[in-house]
C-alpha cells in the first residue's frame, strides 16, 4: 500500500523517473489480431474435409512482458492457435535475440490448442490433403505470425512501468477424463457423480496490477482440450470466450490463457457454441473470484530456466509394417506409413529421438510455472504439484507442439490390444517416426524439471547462457 501512494505522488508530478528498484516490477502488454483472412485449412479434427468458411470471434496473440527489479525480464504470449509448432519457435525465439537479447528461457510461448484456428508450418501435414496452394496460405501465414509475436513483444516492452504482480488459484470443474468417461453418457455420470479417472481442476492465476491498482494482465490457465466447437468458423472456443468475458469487464486489461496439463480431459458435454461460451464463462469467473479475493503478493525476482531434453521414440516401423499400412486405404496414418516408407526408401533414417523443451521460471522467492511441450496428459501436473506443492503452476502445449506427451501409466494403458489415442495412435497425427515414446519418457521429463528447479533454488544462471 505505501508503494502505491509514492508511486500515486510521482505520477501525478512526474519529477522523478520509475524504476524496477524503486517500485518492484516493470510489465508491459500488447496484443495483435491473428484471425487469417484466406480461407486456409483449420488445425485439429482429422474428418474434416473443407477450408474455413467464416469468423465467430477473432483470434489473438497477447504478450505480458516483465521485469524483475535487477533488470531481469521473462516475456509470456499466448495465443490463440492449436499449437505453436517448432519452426515457428525457433525463428521467434532467434528474432528476440538479436532485437531484445532475450534467451529462450525467458521466452514463454503458449497455445490455447483451439481447434478452430489455422494450420501452422510443419505441423499435422499428413492429416489434412494439403493442396500447393494451401501450402502457400500456411507458409505467408506462419511467416506473418513470426512478425507479429516480434512486433507484439516489442510493443509490450515499450509499455513497461510500475506494477505490482500476485498470484493465486480457483477452481473450474468442466474438464472430464475422456479415457475413462464415454462421452454418449456424460449427462448421466456426471448427475450421478459417478465421472471416473485423474482430472486437475485447478485455475492458476497471475494478476498483473499498475501502480494505481489497475488490473493490467491477468494470466490464467486451465487443464482441459479446447475442443466445444468442431465447425468451420474460427474461433478460441472456451478458452477465447474466457478472454473476451475478463477484458470485458477489465477494459484496459488483456486476458491470457494458456492450456495446462489437459491432454486426455475434455469439456463435456460440448459441440455448441451456447456450451463453448458457458464453459468460457464458468472460468472467467473462477477468475474473477480470484481477483476479488486476496492473492499472495509475489517479490520482485524472476529465475528463469529452460532445457531441450532428448526424449526418444519407441520400436521403429519396419519397412514391411509401413509397406502394408500404406498400401491399406487412405486416411492419415496411411498417408503417414506412405511418408515414411518412401523416406527409407530413399535411404533416409526415420527420427529415433526429439529435442523437447521444459522450461521453469520461479516468480518471487517461491511461485514456481513449468511449461513443457508437446500435448501433456494430467498426470504430470498431479504429480509435479505432489513433488512441489499444490500451488505449483503446470502449462502443455508450451514453445513446441510435436505430439501427445503420454505418461508412462498411459503408455501401459495403450499397449495392444488397446490402442489407445494419447499413448500410441496420435503419433501418427504428428507425423512422427514411430508409433509411441519409449517407456522413458516420464522418467526424463521429471528429471529434466527436477535439475531446473534445483538450479532456481542454488541460484545458478541457466547452463546455455552460463557465463
Ligand atoms: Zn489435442
Known sequence: MKHRLIIVVLLSFSILPLSADEFGWLAGTARTQITPTEPMWMAGYGSRDRPAEGTLHELWIRVLALQDASGRIGVVLSSDTLGIPQSIYTTTCRSLKEEFDLNPDQIMLHSSHTHTGPVLRGALYDVYP??????????????LLEDRIVRTVRDALANLAPAEIFAGQGLATFAVNRRNNSERDIR???????????????????????????????????????TNLSFYQWSGDYAGFAQYALEDVHQDAVAMFYMGCGADQNPLPRRSVELARGYGLRLAAAVERVLAEPMQEIESDLRTQIEIVKLSFGKEPTRNELATLAAAGSTYRNRWAARLLNDVNNGKSLERTYPYPLQVWRLGQRQLWITMGGEVVVDYALGFKQQYGHDVWVAGYCNDVMAYIPSLRVLDEDKPPRSGYEGNTSMMVYGRGAERWADDVEELIAAGVDRMVYRLEAGTPNPSIAE
Do not use: W
Request: net charge positive; proline share 4%; aromatic share 6%.
Open 188 to 226: 448421466k455420470l456426471r448427475r450421478a457423480g459417478s465421472l471416473k479417472g485423474p482430472v486437475d481442476h485447478a485455475v492458476p492465476v497471475l494478476a498483473v496490477r499498475t501502480a494505481a491498482d489497475k488490473l493490467l494482465a491477468v494470466v490464467f490457465g486451465y487443464a482441459c482440450h479446447n
Open 130 to 143: 494439403l493442396d500447393g496452394e494451401q501450402h502457400r496460405m500456411i507458409e505467408e501465414y506462419s511467416n
